[in-house]
């Protein structure tokens, strides 16, 4: 049997197991549902915090430039500059959900700044110009809460709170972050110079304390709007259909608007398989039947509602892509592929073609039927089998026998696919014609159920172990999972871990100098 037998065998009892979809008539229906629980956001929060540290650092700040009068001596220039924000770290935070948003808080926060200082004044007690120069040393604690989940940039700075409000929604398909509102407040920081008279302009460099909270307030504030804006960017170019071999995708386009809880957030998908080449001529119209996620373990991340009717589209599109029809030419026992071998099954087969090897050829004559119940899933297929004789260069087809194949199976996570295992219930069978007489079906039933045993099942069986790729965003692995079956629904609860090989912004970025004078 060639590479094409196997992977059409495949795709026969594949439909019965794993969700791919058909390209249906119904697009704008949700067939797929998406839950992040309470744990989910709050590995996701961690990630962003961690990912928007690595993007604010190092963060620089304008320089800052001041006139100042000193008793008796006159005016001085002081000029603050290289003022860099180079550490962060957040000590805790935890993430909320509400009608509104989602609100990151980060509590405990710290940051070190480090700045290079010069003066210059000029008095009529000296003649000339007075100058000195140094570097300095901010440290400090904040307390940090944002509205709604965003890349979090956090500076350390005494005192500091930063907030801002994004809107979440749908957006043709894609999803949407709004910046709504954003703002840092420092309320106090702590400055120690090194270097020169350091110890005499202390005071003077406490002086510009105002200036440096209204710089890092700035700073901190552009940079989450970038952060938001990278995020968004990030958000918006998610692919709405992911690939699932060279004819198929699957449709992740986002339906609806993200549902809030208190405890959740929750997303809609169309969840359908379609062609990528061409669009399928099915005319199969899908019931919705989604309801919300069902996963009895609340203590997972991650939840993926799968309908049935992602089942039977799968089927539906194969099925009218012309791939549920193959020709069987090698089995294990190959003396069945000569009419020897059926010489008192079918005797008048033998009698015409005396030992002529044969071909098995397999058609579904309608797609697979899927049904999901609590506790199986299982499949019913329609197969016309026609024995083709082969002589010289020439393929005889002498008889068709119909049958119709009951199987079962079971599904497991692998990877990040949704895999599965296939068996045998009963079949059926039926003359569907034949130009060498009647046929005694009681006789030939057991060949075609070692056929069925040996050849199908475990090729079959050997594909749908690798699965077909469930709706998650590459850098994410689905780790500890379980499946739940339910009336007409799969539903895999999971808990995921991720890898640094996902961008959600860049690692570096510009940073202009500015000059703020005072």
């Avoid at 998406?34 to 320089?63: D, E, M, R, V």
């Avoid at 259909?241 to 060279?246: G, N």
């Avoid at 329609?382 to 008889?399: G, R, S």
Wanted: charged share 15%; hydrophobic share 40%.
């Amino acid at each position: 049997m060639g590479p094409t037998t196997t992977l059409l065998i495949s795709f026969l009892l594949l439909t019965a197991l794993i969700p791919p979809s058909s390209q249906s008539q119904q697009q704008d229906q949700p067939f797929t549902s998406i839950q992040i629980s309470q744990k989910g956001l709050n590995f996701i929060k961690t990630i962003l915090i961690t990912k928007a540290i690595n993007y604010a650092i190092p963060l620089h700040l304008p320089i800052i430039q001041k006139s100042i009068k000193v008793p008796f001596l006159g005016s001085a220039d002081v000029v603050l500059s290289n003022v860099t924000i180079y550490e962060i770290g957040v000590n805790s935070s935890y993430v909320k959900v509400g009608d509104s948003g989602i609100a990151i808080i980060a509590s405990k926060t710290t940051c070190n700044l480090s700045l290079s200082w010069k003066y210059v004044y000029s008095s009529w007690l000296f003649p000339g110009d007075v100058s000195d120069k140094g570097k300095a040393f901010v440290q400090a604690l904040s307390d940090v809460g944002l509205l709604q989940k965003v890349a979090v940039n956090i500076c350390h700075v005494k005192g500091m709170d930063i907030g801002l409000t994004l809107g979440l929604e749908n957006d043709q398909g894609t999803l949407k972050l709004n910046l709504l509102d954003s703002g840092c407040y420092v309320k106090s920081i702590s400055i120690k110079l090194d270097g020169g008279a350091s110890w005499l302009y202390q005071g003077m460099i406490d002086a510009f304390q105002k200036q440096i909270r209204s710089a890092v307030e700035n700073a901190i504030t552009q940079n989450l709007n970038e952060g938001i804006l990278q995020l968004d960017s990030f958000l918006q170019s998610l692919p709405k259909a992911i690939p699932v071999d060279d004819y198929a995708s699957l449709n992740v386009t986002f339906l609806n608007q993200p549902l809030l809880s208190n405890s959740f957030i929750g997303f809609d998908i169309n969840g359908l398989f379609r062609a990528r080449v061409k669009a399928s001529t099915n005319k199969r119209l899908y019931k919705k039947s989604l309801s919300s996620v069902l996963c009895t373990d609340k203590s997972k991340m991650l939840g993926i509602t799968l309908d049935e009717e992602v089942f039977n589209s799968a089927s539906a599109l194969y099925y009218d892509a012309e791939f549920m029809q193959w020709i069987v030419d090698k089995i294990p026992d190959q003396s069945l592929l000569n009419t020897a071998g059926w010489r008192f099954i079918i005797p008048q087969l033998y009698k015409k073609y005396p030992n002529d090897d044969m071909n098995l050829n397999i058609t579904l004559s309608s797609p697979p039927i899927i049904k999901i119940t609590e506790r199986n899933i299982d499949a019913t297929l329609y197969v016309d089998l026609t024995i083709d004789v082969l002589e010289e260069d020439q393929v005889i087809p002498v008889a068709c026998i119909s049958l119709v194949i009951r199987g079962s199976g079971s599904v497991k996570i692998s990877g990040n696919n949704l895999a599965g295992n296939v068996k045998l219930n009963d079949f059926t069978m039926s003359q569907n014609w034949s130009d060498i007489g009647n046929l005694h079906l009681h006789l030939i039933q057991p060949i075609m159920r070692t056929i069925i045993q040996t050849v199908v099942l475990p090729l079959a069986n050997a594909h749908l172990s690798k699965g077909f790729p469930l709706p998650v965003i590459n850098g994410f692995t689905l780790e500890d999972g379980e499946v739940i079956c339910s009336d007409s629904k799969v539903t895999v609860c999971t808990d995921v871990s991720y890898s640094d090989s996902l961008i959600l912004m860049p690692t570096s970025r510009p940073h202009p100098i500015e000059t703020f004078v005072m």
